[in-house]
């Protein structure tokens, strides 16, 4: 079912067709006339700016008003179409993430910084296994067990 609008638009372009036919018809016999009476070129100029603005100017306007009309309907009839696509794709509205501002701060200051001093290694002392006669390092006052044997190995401090 088409609006209001579209049923005032129609009318207007159909009186505008209607009154194009009678202002041709008019003004072809007013000319017709005017021309067997008077030669003068001023006269004939002035009666076709009269018929000019009796009926031409208004036959457009007539024209122009109802297409304008139809124009503006199929516009909105669109927009409402796409609306209703759009709802209907995606029902609910994601908005976009807010963005913060990170703030960055430069570093001028240099630090100089030292290596750190190596570890210091344990002493260690040379333990021979009492089981298999292997020798092993072992550090001062620990024990741990042989590498073939099993045996335990102790380191004294001396």
């Known amino acids: 079912m088409r609006g209001f609008g579209y049923v005032i ?3 207007l ?3 505008g067709a209607i009154y194009t036919l009678v202002s041709l018809i008019f003004t072809l ?3 017709s006339e005017v021309s067997s009476e008077s030669d003068s070129f001023a006269e004939g100029l002035v009666l076709l700016l009269i018929l000019f603005t009796m009926f031409y ?3 457009f306007a007539l024209f122009f008003f109802g297409h304008r009309i139809r124009k503006k309907l199929k516009r909105k009839n669109e927009a409402e179409a796409a609306a209703i696509a759009a709802a209907q794709y995606d029902p609910v509205y994601h908005a976009p993430p807010v963005q913060q501002r990170v703030e960055t ?3 001028i200051n240099v630090v100089e910084s030292r ?5 210091k290694k344990a002493p260690t ?3 021979e296994c009492k089981g298999c006669g292997a020798r092993k390092a072992v550090v001062k006052g620990e024990s741990t067990s042989c590498d073939y044997c099993g045996s335990p190995l102790a ?3 001396q």
Do not use: C, D, G, Y
């Open 9 to 11: 638009s129609v009318i």
């Open 13 to 15: 372009t159909v009186a």
């Open 29 to 31: 016999i007013i000319m």
């Open 57 to 59: 100017l208004p036959t």
């Open 105 to 107: 701060k430069t570093v």
């Open 115 to 119: 290596p750190a001093p190596a570890p």
């Open 125 to 127: 002392v040379s333990v």
């Open 155 to 157: 380191a004294t401090a």
